[in-house]
């Protein structure tokens, strides 16, 4: 059994514990729910155990094709076992669909198809709001080096190919989605792996025939239920348990 020793960080919608084994840290999943930098908060009832099935099936689709991720294995409805790594301080965002922040920054209606991903970085400080930053920063400032930017962007949009192509199957569309990206402590440091959570927290998923966002938007914007949305996600693949089915209706 693997158990909890100490808490080694909280953030706003996850904990990580410490285990016995150095390489491995349990994350669990909060039902706090914030956006704008935590000015809008609230508690969703089962938003946690939501995020743990959906980054679990997520990130275990990825491990099977060879990109590397932290997930081990899920220990319980709010729980996974992941592996330790060095956070890179970048929010790794790519785009399909033209929303959000892109939208409002240069105009590009909403809805807008790009003519290839983009792929973006913003630098991790809530202190700053999370700036959009440029390559030659990143690698000036020493955030990644070009070596690890190269592999990043490969990363990004392999992950992008790919999870597009899942969620078309259920008739979602992936907008838009960010990833962080850790250095593996195993190999000192040169092997880099996807780490935090895949979730509707951190894409943007709109239903492909009508439209209807089934992501944070619809907290963002006040647009009903999260825990509706994301239940409809998880059961277009009908990752959850028959009780979970109906506590998180
Ligand atoms: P944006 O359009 O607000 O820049 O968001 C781009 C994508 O990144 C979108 O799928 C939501 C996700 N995202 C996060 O996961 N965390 C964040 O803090 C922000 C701002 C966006």
């Given at each position: 059994m693997t158990s909890k020793?100490?808490?080694?960080?909280?953030?706003?919608?996850?904990?990580?514990?410490?285990?016995?084994?150095?390489?491995?840290?349990?994350?669990?999943?909060?039902?706090?729910?914030?956006?704008?930098?935590?000015?809008?908060?609230?508690?969703?009832?089962?938003?946690?155990?939501?995020?743990?099935?959906l980054s679990e099936f997520f990130m275990q689709k990825l491990n099977s094709i060879n990109i590397p991720t932290h997930f081990i294995k899920r220990l319980n409805m709010r729980e996974?076992?992941?592996?330790?790594?060095?956070i890179i301080p970048l929010e790794v965002v790519v785009r399909n669909i033209a929303a959000g922040s892109l939208s409002k920054r240069l105009g590009i209606q909403e809805g807008t198809r790009l003519a290839r991903p983009i792929v973006e970085?913003?630098?991790?400080?809530?202190?700053?709001?999370?700036p959009l930053v440029t390559e030659s920063q990143i690698t000036t400032f020493e955030w990644a080096s070009e070596t690890e930017l190269g592999e990043i962007f490969e990363i990004a949009l392999r992950t992008n190919d790919f999870l597009s192509g899942l969620l078309l199957a259920v008739d979602l569309t992936l907008v838009d989605f960010k990833i962080e990206i850790g250095r593996s402590l195993k190999s000192e440091g040169d092997k880099l792996i996807i780490a935090d959570e895949i979730s509707p927290d951190t894409c943007r998923l709109w239903d492909s025939k009508t439209k209807k966002r089934l992501d944070k938007d619809v907290f963002r914007l006040n647009k009903g239920s999260i825990a509706v949305a994301y239940t409809e996600v998880a059961n277009r693949f009908d990752l959850l348990p028959k009780n979970v089915k109906s506590a998180v209706k």
């Open positions: 020793k100490k808490k080694l960080y909280e953030g706003k919608a996850k904990v990580l514990y410490s285990t016995d084994n150095s390489y491995c840290v349990i994350q669990h999943f909060k039902d706090e729910a914030t956006a704008f930098n935590a000015k809008k908060k609230e508690t969703i009832e089962g938003k946690g155990v939501l995020n743990n099935f996974q076992l992941v592996e330790k790594c060095e970085f913003y630098y991790k400080d809530d202190s700053l709001n999370d």
